[in-house]
């Protein structure tokens, strides 16, 4: 199968994989808002941050790359899933150790308990995670879809019956350990991995060597997301905390789904082209106008509705996240650029030069969200958020320049200029739907139905006429997974 044919294959396996889990996502989050208290999701928020720091180290980056070395044999096979499970096991004890002195850093004494338990977590992601970097690097993108899918609603259907029936904090733990333990199981079973009881240094070394730099961004990346929270924990309440989290979560789901769909099909691809100078420029340049073509509208529609999305997926008793999630929602449309630029970085194989960036990112984002939320409080740390994306932007616009020897134009102008247009086109068709709508019976759900049908409605009229206002990214995906008949 050529590239091409993999791409769109992969494409709309992986497409239908972020629907559908947008949805669940969304569902989940509207009903565990309203059984558990903001002070649950804060002190999950804590926990999350710890083992999401472990699972970093336990997984070291061996899946990344087996992904990106183009010949790999059973022993490199051996040798990462090896690293994982034996990092995964030290990293589990590690915090089951600092447990109670982490709780007592914090003041809440439930974390201790909440940390030991979650720590298992640590282990069951390193257990999947080759065998998923294996169905990556092989494109099998339908079983993942099909597998992740399933085990996503089984977790989230735990986590419900866990909080209906008052668990809790403890339902988002049961949730979180049912989709890894079901992970493991599966993905382990899709793409098995025959365990060798010898140790295999030198191709540990050879995998290392490129590993080494993608658990030096990972820890980074960590920094500027879920340490984010342990900062955060020190200044907010857990319930401030709780708000701070969902919002910013909320923010996140958007430009993570569509940004992942983009990295974990565009990753491999990447790799297999990376000797390809032009070609490589070419995919990346498409995968990043896609995302601003679709998430520069998006974000124009979300900031408009945001109180009706609060109240939705969240609730009446959570208004005070509206104004930070607008805030946030501002740099939507640049949040998934960098992802583009990381799939770049990997696949060329100069993993370090992607390091000075983000560490660059993360001391920015960390301070101006600390500070920002120490005098100004949750409208002070979204402000930080959006300032630190800006400036990560404009860094990894630099980095790019000058991997490629392309002028601004090409790297930065092009393909933000379609989603723009998108969105100056979509701005008036907003603006004439909820003057419209203002008179009507005000029902959240309701409202935003309406207007989606009343914008989506009026937009489809406009690019009927006027094909041209999609802009050639959107132009160009479509083509290619529904080829004109000759």
Partial sequence: MSLENK???????????????????????????????????????????????????????MGTALIQRQNITQKHLNAAFQSAL???????????????????????????????VSGVNIILSALSSISISLLRKNFRFKLITASSMAITIISYAAGVVSAFNG???????IAM?????????????????????????????????????VMILGTINYFSSSGLNLVLGKIFTPAKLGVFERTNNIKTLPSSYIGNVLDVIMFPAMAEIQNEEDKLFRTYQHSLGL????????ALFLIVFAKEVVLILLGNQWVEAIVPLQIMLIVLPISSSGRMADSVVRAKGLIYKNVYRKGLFSVVLISSVSLGAYFYGLIGAAIGVTL???????????MVKSIFKKSIKEIFLKPVTSGFLLSLTMLPLIFLSVF???????????????????????????????????????????????????
């Avoid at 630190?388 to 630099?398: A, E, H, Q, T």
Wanted: charged share 10%; with cysteine; aromatic share 16%.
């Fill in 7 to 61: 791409l769109v294959s992969a494409g709309l396996w992986q497409t239908l994989l972020v629907a559908l889990n947008v949805l669940v996502q969304f569902g989940y989050m509207a009903i565990m808002a309203r059984l558990l208290t903001k002070a649950d999701f804060g002190l999950m928020a804590l926990a999350s941050s710890f083992i999401g720091f472990g699972t970093i180290f336990s997984n070291a980056g």
């Fill in 86 to 116: 034996f990092i995964g096991f030290v990293m589990c004890a590690l915090f089951f150790i600092l447990a109670p002195s982490i709780s007592a850093y914090f003041k809440q004494p439930q974390l201790e308990l909440i940390i030991k």
């Fill in 167 to 173: 668990a809790g904090v403890w339902s988002l733990v």
């Fill in 177 to 213: 350990l049912t989709h890894t333990v079901l992970s493991a199981i599966v993905m382990f079973y899709l793409a098995p991995v025959k365990i060798a009881f010898k140790i295999y240094w030198q191709e540990w070394k050879e995998l290392f060597s490129f590993s080494s730099g």
């Fill in 291 to 298: 995302v601003n073509s679709i998430l520069m509208p998006v």
């Fill in 388 to 398: 630190s994306y800006l400036f990560n932007y404009c860094i990894m616009l630099i």
């Fill in 436 to 486: 419209v709508t203002k008179y009507m019976v005000y029902n959240p759900v309701l409202y935003i139905v309406v207007n989606t049908f009343i914008i989506g409605g009026m937009l489809m009229l406009l690019v009927w006429k006027k094909p041209v206002l999609l802009g050639e990214y959107i132009q160009k995906t479509i083509e290619r997974l529904i080829p004109k008949k000759k």
